[in-house]
């Protein structure tokens, strides 16, 4: 069975510019996360999508950072314009439908973004 | 303070040492979650234990609900064991809520 998919595995840009990521999760997984984990922490929710409907955004920091995942697959997660303090790597997990009690994580390999 | 508490935050041990790393919770929670992670970024789940131990290979997790404290432990470590483990708990629905990880190393 194919993991959770993740692409570009590392960016560096320059603050203010644009940055987007791309997460295909496992095939089936109803949900989808997206993570940004800051070195020397733990990963911290940005947002999470049941197929594709929002379910928790709260934490995710909307006058720069988006997320769609428009077909209930793959999603993006799009930053713009970057600061330096979004240096981090980007996690994408998913799990299958939490109706069918669905809640053990799979995670896929991270983005590392450096922002200059 | 953190709903998630892991101690400790960095360990060093020698090869063949038993290892204990510590998470301890603050929340009502459905699951407790070990993950390793290695450097580069990804992330491994190794138990997810609502009750009771799980016992995989050299790696035994533990948990006490009335405690609220889990534990994670590798026998006869090794130096590829170097990683991050990090402990997380569900709370609501499948959302997951992270220690801050301890920094293991094992030198041969």
């Known amino acids: 069975e194919a993991g959770v998919a993740q692409s570009p595995r590392y960016k560096i840009i320059e603050k203010r510019q644009s940055v987007a990521f791309w997460c295909n999760p496992i095939?089936?997984?109803?949900?989808l996360y997206w993570y940004q984990q800051i070195l020397g922490q733990g990963p911290k929710l940005l947002i999470q999508f049941q197929n594709n409907g929002v379910v928790d955004d709260s934490q995710l920091p909307k006058d720069r950072f988006s997320a769609e995942r428009l077909k209930g697959v793959d999603s993006t997660l799009k930053i713009q314009p970057a600061k330096l303090e979004d240096s981090a790597v980007y996690l994408c997990?998913?799990?299958?439908?939490?109706?069918?009690?669905?809640?053990?994580?799979?995670f896929g390999p991270g983005t590392r973004l450096t922002v200059l | 303070k953190n709903e998630v508490e892991q101690s400790p935050q960095n360990l060093t041990a020698q090869e063949g040492e038993f290892i204990t790393i510590n998470c301890s919770y603050s929340?009502?929670?459905?699951?407790l979650h070990w993950l390793q992670q290695h450097p580069g970024g990804g992330i491994v789940s190794l138990f997810m234990l609502s009750s009771g131990k799980k016992k995989h290979g050299r790696l035994i997790a533990t948990i006490n609900i009335q405690e609220k404290h889990s534990s994670l432990h590798i026998t006869a470590s090794h130096p590829r064991d170097s990683a991050v483990y990090i402990c997380a708990v569900t709370t609501s629905g499948s959302r997951l809520t992270f220690g801050e990880g301890t920094q293991l190393t094992v030198n041969p």
């Open positions: 929340v009502g929670i459905s699951a």
């Open positions: 997990a998913s799990s299958l439908d939490l109706a069918v009690g669905g809640n053990e994580q799979f």
């Open positions: 095939s089936g997984h109803a949900t």
